[in-house]
């Protein structure tokens, strides 16, 4: 599907997980066609609301660690609470290049956990 033949996403709750380039390019072209947008994201998060806040009104970004699961709980019962509902949900999490090393005699176990849980964890 293109973002293209999108039509008529007024009031359409879009949750996107991860605060990247492919979150916030795929938040405005769905705010661009009427959907609420929330993002789901670890860091960043001033910097990530600033951005929604110029696509619009209502838009939000809350705080979720995909390697905590509270805070994945915390942040669908805000969703919950504050929109009732998610028509559209995008998971753009991801890990690897930003966190591995150059030599892989360098990958430590908990480099190599945390790349495979976000990867695995994210999407679910």
């Known amino acids: 599907m293109s973002f293209e033949s999108l039509k008529n996403l007024n009031n359409k709750i879009t949750v996107i997980t991860g605060g990247g380039n492919v979150a916030r390019a795929t938040a405005k072209k769905l705010s661009e066609q009427g959907s609420v947008i929330i993002l789901l994201a670890r860091n ?12 619009g009104d209502g ?4 705080y979720m660690d995909v390697l905590k699961i509270e805070t994945i709980k915390q942040s669908v019962n805000i969703i919950k609470e504050k929109f009732k509902r998610c028509d559209i949900l995008i998971n753009t999490i991801g890990r690897n290049k930003s966190i591995s090393p150059k030599n892989l005699q360098d990958l430590t176990d908990d480099i190599f956990d945390e790349i495979i849980l976000t990867n695995t964890r994210g999407p679910f």
């Open 59 to 62: 838009h939000l970004v809350i």
């Open 44 to 55: 960043n998060i001033e910097t990530l609301q600033s951005y929604l806040n110029t696509l």
